[in-house]
């Protein structure tokens, strides 16, 4: 396989709330790098701390109640210690995130349209005219039919699958290198999950964007990912190649997640 | 999730609405046929009408200068809802930005925006009022400031409950990893979402806003003679109530009704 650029490298992330009498950390000695055009799963149950971990590569743990340390480059950056306006430049523009719950993602009161052309607002040029065009480009380019209605149109108009689509295309106008994706199929039923992953794999392999995907259902994980890392109550327990992984599990908490698959899928 | 009618099989069938609307709408009506004309001079004196009753020519009769009480009670009605007007706008632009403030930020920044807001609001508007016109001196812009003050902690409060539930929400987060500025998720993305519960808290504010005005005027420190306003009508009425009851009725009709109207609006958009 040929060398690709590293974009993202996180070096011992530790995240640490001081939000109650006695500290809590819930990510301990996180690390990770991240090619261009790769497609890493985060794989984990609820409160592991894997959304944690993406949020703060996201840069939306900006808080003062926590104490976060190690260092999160995102092209020699650190976005971790960097000043809120560098942060601003590459979140959106380089940077784009999709949620777990596509019904409260959206801002109810605003259409479609604005909403997925608020990022070229803020980080380009374009006129009116351009972005629209790009918005229509954007809303195709997730297999959404009839985009010029759906630019009219309010969140409580679409479907929940139709606004994950949406969510999709807001987060990938600018083309952004990385996009996190914090369990987008979680609240979505099953065969629009398979469309769902479909669609991301694609966006992956034609624009080369790079996708940190995080899930608790390991059979997606596997369909979609290249790599993967497990992690449990804040710790990463295993991380390695998606086939050494599901084939040769080391930590025993990997085996039970592997073991919890229903037989069929594992074919 | 509640199913969205249509807006307007909605408002058809939201009678406080409906009632309100009309109402409003017929004492804008005659509000600004006051503007353009009024059958008498509201400022000419007439020594020979003087209490007179009501007749056609005087359909509500003459008050103790012998000026007419309809003219009077047109003209008199535009100045008190042009006074509510400026009232509640002051109160509710200072207001939304004190709140979105206090609660977007949240921390030390809010504690101290609404310790603020609780020291104006434990004094009483008028006393409040009141104590701003002891400063400034009378008048009707004087009592425009005075009053716009005394709003703005009450919409401010409003406001930052609105804020502090829309802040946490996805769509939020989702705007800020756009890249979007504070100031601009708060006025662009939040304050959009707050426009239902500010606009009913408007038509509440306006009532008060009417009734504050009348009890400025009522003590006699608003608009100054002769121009005439609601409250100024009472207050002079009330020397001659027995006299001439019409010169205390017709205007403290017209009041009553004006507060209904924005009452039963406020009703029918927060129903809505």
Not at chain 1, 15 to 26: G, R
Not at chain 1, 104 to 111: A, C, D, E, H, I
Not at chain 1, 141 to 150: A, G, M, S, T, Y
Not at chain 2, 23 to 44: K, R, S
Request: aromatic residues 8%; proline residues 4%.
């Amino acid at each position: 396989m040929e060398e690709k650029e590293i974009i993202l490298k996180v070096q011992d992330l530790n995240i640490e709330f001081h939000d109650h009498l006695i500290p809590e950390t819930v990510v301990y000695d996180f690390n990770l790098t991240l090619k261009a055009g790769e497609i890493v799963g985060l794989v984990g149950e609820s409160g592991s701390g894997k959304s944690m971990s993406a949020l703060a590569v996201a840069g939306l743990l900006r808080r003062h109640d926590m104490k976060k340390t190690g260092q999160i480059l995102f092209d020699g950056v650190d976005l971790l210690n960097c000043d809120r306006k560098v942060l601003r430049k590459f979140q959106g523009k380089e940077i784009g995130m999709v949620f777990q719950e596509p019904m409260t993602s959206l801002n109810p009161v605003k259409k479609i349209g604005w909403q997925v052309e608020e990022s070229l607002r803020i980080h380009t040029q374009l006129n009116k005219e351009e972005r629209y065009r790009r918005v229509i480009e954007a809303l195709e380019n997730v297999e959404l039919q009839d985009p010029e209605r759906i630019v009219r149109q309010y969140p409580h108009e679409l479907s929940g699958g139709m606004r994950q689509r949406v969510m999709i295309a807001a987060a990938m106008i600018c083309k952004p290198r990385l996009l996190i994706a914090d369990e987008p199929t979680t609240a979505l039923d099953v065969t629009i999950q398979a469309q769902i992953v479909k669609l991301l794999k694609r966006l992956n392999r034609e624009e080369g964007t790079a996708v940190l995907f995080i899930s608790h259902d390991l059979s997606l994980v596997k369909r979609l990912c290249s790599r993967i890392l497990v992690m449990k109550s804040g710790y990463v327990v295993e991380s390695g190649e998606t086939q050494q992984i599901f084939y040769h599990p080391g930590d025993a908490y990997t085996k039970k997640l592997i073991e919890a698959i229903p037989a069929y899928e594992k074919r | 999730m509640k199913i969205k009618r249509e807006p307007m099989k909605r408002i058809s069938k939201n009678s406080n609405f409906i009632a309100g609307a009309v109402l409003t709408g017929l004492i804008l009506l005659f509000i600004i046929i006051g503007c353009i004309h009024t059958p008498y001079d509201p400022e000419a004196m007439d020594g020979a009408g003087r209490f007179a009753g009501i007749s056609w020519r005087h359909p509500m009769g003459c008050d103790n200068f012998g000026r007419d009480i309809l003219s009077r009670v047109m003209t008199g009605a535009g100045t008190t809802l042009g006074v509510a007007f400026a009232t509640v706008a002051i109160g509710a632009f200072f207001g939304v930005i004190w709140g979105a403030f206090a609660g977007y930020y949240g921390g030390l920044l809010d504690e101290i925006f609404m310790r603020a807001a609780d020291a104006m609001l434990a004094f009483p508007s008028i006393l409040l009022a009141l104590m701003i016109i002891g400063l400034f001196g009378p008048g009707k812009y004087n009592v425009i400031l005075a009053l716009g003050i005394a709003f703005v902690p009450s919409f401010a409060r409003i406001v930052r409950s609105e804020f502090i539930r829309c802040k946490n929400m996805d769509y939020v987060r989702s705007a800020r990893l756009m890249g979007a500025g504070n100031l601009r998720i708060m006025f662009v993305h939040i304050l959009p979402n707050a426009f239902p519960v500010i606009l009913s808290s408007v038509l509440i504010g306006f009532n008060n806003a009417v009734l504050a005005e009348a009890g400025m005027n009522y003590l006699g420190i608003g608009v100054m003679p002769p121009d005439a306003s609601l409250g100024r009508m009472l207050s002079e009425a009330q020397t001659y109530i027995f006299s001439a009851p019409g010169y205390a009725i017709f205007p403290g009709i017209v009041l009553i009704l004006m507060i209904l109207g924005f009452s039963l609006l406020g009703e029918g958009v927060r129903d809505n």
